[in-house]
């Protein structure tokens, strides 16, 4: 299909609101879902990924990596294990493990004969290098843990032989094994772990195991990345072996949306990062794919900050709870690939349960929470109490771009209820500064594989990162976050799950919107193959071109 | 943005009056029909559209332009339209308050560095210089960043760096009229030099300042949507016909909310370009 | 003749340095009101990677816990030196970031004047020469390059060249081809007072006494135009020249953003969003440098060039 031809057709599509299947599918092919795409897959062939922008660096321990950076990571790294998007494990560099004494102690096994990009061996003194790396990080060099690593409770890991791992925790840390497939843990050359910080931000030193290794690249514009020819231990759950089928995959930056959108959809380039969601239906009908993954995770939501006005008022926190119509949301800036939220962890996680009546929407509720704490109606509409007009910042989430039009409409329901939204626009830079000043409400996208570890963000306790501003002030929540962590065996830690999902919604210290699709891939026709893990990033290991 | 080039021309219409000949060319009625129909818009939004320009009808999301919705409805079903009509005030107030301090603070310089000469006119020429030295919309752009992302605050960062281009035509003005006969008249007769200043030289020297003044206005107007479509103006649900137009191009299948407000630009800045044009020339 | 164009030239210079001194100092004071938290904000965003001696040492050098005087006079020394000091956000310095986005940049704004000044020439010989028809015509096109703005004429030649004829791609936006409809969109408001200024002073020369002697020669009316009128003409669009030199920097920004080029419009505006003071700093004394440079060399070349411009008015204009 030529590019003249597309475009007039998204003209005609939009401009007379006429589906256009007819005029559409002349040619490109029906819309390809799963990952099952039919033919048969041809090596050779490349590709170029059109993505936000690379502004952030490539030091890769950091308490949780961008979305973007995480992209280009997942081609030139491996991990330990691979997790589906079900959540379900499976081996990779790690051929097998074992947990013991009631998820205290664990063995790894590796694969054999895992090298490096450099030649040097994966082995398990270099996997004990990336525990060690991911458990404590290095601060005199400033280099930050990850995150969601189970550090709290982490003692030791050591090789037993070249391809044994023992690991040991002074409690029960059930999440360990499935953190070994968060996007944060991958396995990097012992050398590049031990360079300073500095020298780690500079991608040609990253060394990883990965099926592509870096070929050149222009900071902050384009990276080329071709496959290694000797590579030969992908997870077994992608059901390929060899090396990958593209020889060469280009990251480029392309900072607009609609420039990424419509230079993939003039056949300029394959692949593009998070395009408008509205859109999603209209390119779909033009034989494009469209991947939507979820990852396990928290949902699209706030943070609340319980410290600051106005949040500092249940009553408050509540009314937005109700106040907040999530259908109306879904059905204008999403499609049918979103799914309502039910508590604020993403579906797909096993623990996750249905609170939605804690936040269902219904704006007389909200608004008598809100008459009853004394919020009255002003002159211009919007609540005042003690001479304070009920308002505060928003500021949409720059790496999920959709949440620019979400928040604005939030503002309009609100609104409705009496209360002022003051909207914030900023980039990617300006959202770290955000976060910092800890604002109201902090639209948050955050993965992780393993439910155990959101004990690391809810309070302060353990170098936790305090979402919601608590400290350790709620005993409670400190309670149900220590449980959480220490778990040992999973039918009670789902319980605990259960209670502290409840209590955080209860309280209104999360505001969940609906379930969130942080990474969307607009893929071209003749892509095929293209695979998600449970962290929502798409695999381009088995992925091939049609001639 | 490059209304300071046209500085040699402008001195020339000076001489110019406003004495309009019996006709009037018919572009000339035009331009200021749509001036006259974007003021109004901005001084009475209401009247021109029935639909909120912050609150719509997500049912009826992006709908392409038809008789109910004349500019189509944008990514929250809201009429572009509207969007449009309601966000002339802040996009076209705020190029009026760039005008205007362009225009008073240019003035004042111009008016002292001409008339009084000396020193004061090598120290406020320098300053003048300076001013012009630093790019008009870099100068924009770090005073609006320092300032604050708000159209009111690009509005005042548009009006600083049109500052200098009113201080060189008012200065040129008065040099030239303080040149001409009657004023070296008038001070023979014992009238002092503010008299002078009042009585000749501001009446001389309005009618290029105006015709600067109208042609900044359109520049002012372009400046400020570059800033809103850089995202320094004020934020959603604010419509800044610059936002308008920057968020407008992220929905690709919807070209209008891209094409509509920017044709809205281009009509009112070339209707008052035209008008600027007109009012030198009209002799 | 000589010794009053060299005092001319002197005093052109001084004038010249002082007025660059003045721009730098506008350019703090403007930027240092920045509030002063926003500045540790962005040192202390745990994803810069700076650590705390990292941080203490940029408070130092910038003299960030003292007062904006002494930080002036700390920043306006350095300046002196040709040292523009480090970028908050990344720790690189930021002559290195200047340095890498200037090739682009220059590329860009040469392309452009080229094009404008061919645009602006153009008009001008049809506004002369064509049917009066279309002379009319032409001379209302000025007008209307100078009411488009910039980012509506980069997204209608993207989606008409890129997206539609795919004259260029936007994967590649340094190619020749995509530099060219770039620069045709800074171009464009650019050409405009060029194009103004030629068509009054051809209208000015023409009725001059050399013209009407050369048009009864019997010389063609190309050749006239050729020979006779462009030099003398194109004078005082040679200091107009130097005025759109800050016109075709202003515009990068926006033209840089739209096109997606790395360029020093680029490198302005993530300063702005990163409230990266000494890079913003930097940037905008340097471009008053290039256009007082500019300036200077056009006003002192302009008496050489045409006889008839008085040295001792130039001096005092």
Known sequence: MTPIEFRRRVFLAGITAITGSAVLTACGGPAATSSADAGTPVDGGNITFLIQGYDTGWVSSKTSISSYEGNLWGQITDKLVYVDDKGQLSPWVAESWEELNGAKDFVLHLKDGVTFSDGTPLDAAAVVANLNAWAKGAPDRGVSKVGLFPSSNFVSAEAADAKTVKVSFSSPALGFIATLAYHGCILLSPKTLALPVDAQADLAQEIGSGPFVLKSWKQGDSYVLEKRKDYNWGPAALGHTGPARLDTITYKVIKDTSVRTSTVASGQAEVAFNVEPQEIDTLKAQGFTVGTPKYLGFVDGFQVNTQAFPTNDPSVRQAIQHGIDREEIRSTVYTEDWDAATTFIQGNVPEAGDYSSAFAFDADKAKKLLDDAGWKPGPDGFRVKDGKVLEFPLTPNPYVPSTKAEDELIAQQLERIGIKVNLKVVDVAGYAAIQASRPPLFQTSRSFVDVGTVAGVLTSQNNGENWFNLGTSDQKLNDLSTAIASASDRESRKKVAGDLQQYVLEQGYFIPLNQLVQRLYLISPSVKGVQYNGLAYANFYTAWVAK | ?283 | MTSGYGRFALARAGQAAVVVLLAYVLTFLVISVLPGDAITNSLRDPQSGLSEADIQRIVQYYGLDQPVLVQLALSLGRFLTGELGFSLQSNLPVAQIVGDALPSTLTLASTALAIAVVFAIGIAYGAHYAPPRWAGVLRSIPSFFLSVPNFVIGLVLIELFAFRLHAFTTTDPNSATATLFAAVTLAIPVSAPLAEVLIASLDHESRQEYALVARSRGLAETQLFARHLVKPSALPSVAMVALIMGELLGGSVITETIFGRDGIGTVVQKAVTGEDQPVLQAVVSLSAVVFVAVNLAADLLTPLLDPRVNVREEANA
């Open chain 2, 1 to 283: 943005m490059s209304a300071d080039l046209n500085f040699a021309r402008l001195r020339s219409a000076g001489a110019a009056s406003l004495r309009t000949r019996a006709g009037v060319p018919p572009t000339v009625l035009v331009s200021f029909l749509v001036v006259l129909v974007v003021v109004l818009w901005s001084l009475f939004p209401s009247l021109f559209t029935g639909y909120s320009p912050v609150n719509g009808d997500t049912g009826s999301k992006l709908d392409a332009p038809s008789l109910q919705h004349w500019f189509g409805t944008d990514y929250l079903g809201r009429d572009q339209y509207a969007r449009v009509v309601y966000g002339t005030a802040s996009s076209v107030t705020s190029a009026l308050v760039a005008v205007a301090i362009g225009l008073l603070v240019g003035s004042a310089i111009g008016l002292a560095s001409g008339f009084r000469g000396g020193w004061l006119d090598s120290t406020l020429g320098r300053l003048v210089d300076m001013l012009l030295a630093i790019p008009g919309f870099l100068l924009a752009v770090v005073i609006v960043s320092s300032l604050g992302f708000q159209t009111i605050n690009a509005a005042i960062a548009t009006g600083v760096s049109a500052v200098a281009v009113f201080a060189r035509l008012m200065r040129a003005e008065v040099i030239r009229v303080r040149r001409s006969a009657f004023v070296e008249a008038s001070y023979l007769e014992g009238g002092n030099r503010l008299q002078a200043l009042l009585t000749h030289v501001l009446p001389n020297a309005y009618r290029s300042v105006l015709v600067l003044a109208v042609l900044q206005f359109g520049t002012s107007i372009l400046v400020i949507a570059s800033l809103a479509f850089l995202g320094y103006g004020d934020p959603p649900p604010s419509s800044d016909w610059g936002l308008l137009v920057a968020s407008g191009k992220t929905y690709v299948t919807a070209p209008w909310l891209v094409y509509a407000p920017a044709l809205v630009i281009v009509a009112t800045v070339l209707s008052i370009n035209r008008i600027s044009r007109w009012l030198r020339n009209s002799k």
